[in-house]
């Protein structure tokens, strides 16, 4: 600095070269957070379209979702693909905007993306290439009408759970369904949502929550109290 109390041209470099310093270390951070803020939010999306999906078929079907709707009414009780998990959403796919909402942005474990609903082999969803690969929620069997905070469908990194199969849709065994019997360790895993995950309850509503939220949205879905169980299907 001059005598003055100015900043002379070494000075100005200096806070220049500074700043330029601390803008080029701090940007691969912000632009790390803005990314993961961004899937956040399209995770948010995609899980909105697909509550207003399932919404729109209930609508149909005296509120009633496609899983526990008999095959002779038009739904998938007892048929025998409900156990997978890409004809579950295929059954309301007439009210989901593309088949890219069945994947979060943030899931990097998804082995394909579909491009619509079609069985063509170039990114058609119900072609075998795709079908259960292009699927990244999972789905509960216990979101009913009369419980409209029960939990619809979310995000599939779920970790600390006690899995063990079952059977359901009326003594069919589906492929791929696991019941939670116990939640008390259920917590977020990292492999997403870092810690965090978003559900879709059966109101519409989407939430992003902490694994203490996890397990009291879990309370609010479980509709079989005496067993303490609650049928969920993942994707994988």
């Not at 470099?13 to 080029?24: D, E």
């Not at 995770?43 to 095959?71: K, M, S």
């Not at 058609?124 to 079908?131: I, K, L, N, Q, V």
Request: with cysteine.
């Amino acid at each position: 600095m001059s005598s003055n109390g100015g900043f002379t041209r070494i000075d100005l470099a200096v806070l220049i070269l500074v700043v330029c310093l601390g803008a080029a270390l701090a940007n691969p951070l912000f632009t790390s957070h803005s990314r993961a803020r961004a899937d956040t939010l399209m995770c948010q999306a995609n899980l909105a379209d697909i509550g207003r999906a399932y919404q729109l078929w209930a609508n149909d079907h005296e509120d009633r979702g496609p899983f526990i709707v008999p095959t002779s009414e038009g739904g998938l009780w007892q048929h025998p693909l409900a156990g997978n998990p890409y004809i579950q959403f295929a059954w309301v796919s007439n009210g989901l905007s593309s088949p890219k909402v069945l994947v979060c942005p943030a899931d990097t474990n998804i082995v394909r993306i579909a491009k619509d609903f079609s069985a063509n082999p170039d990114g058609g969803f119900m072609h075998p290439a795709y079908r259960n690969n292009a699927v990244g929620y999972f789905l509960s069997f216990h979101a009913q009408r009369f419980m409209p905070r029960s939990i619809l469908s979310g995000d599939r990194n779920i970790d600390g759970t006690s899995f063990s199969g079952c059977s359901f849709s009326g003594g069919l065994t589906l492929r791929a369904v696991e019941s939670f019997s116990t939640w008390a360790g259920a917590q977020w895993g990292q492999q997403i949502h870092s810690l965090e995950g978003n559900l879709v309850l059966n109101d519409g509503s989407v939430e992003q929550t902490s694994t203490t939220q996890l397990r009291a949205a879990v309370l609010s879905s479980d509709d079989d109290i005496s067993r303490g169980v609650i049928h969920v299907l993942f994707p994988r």
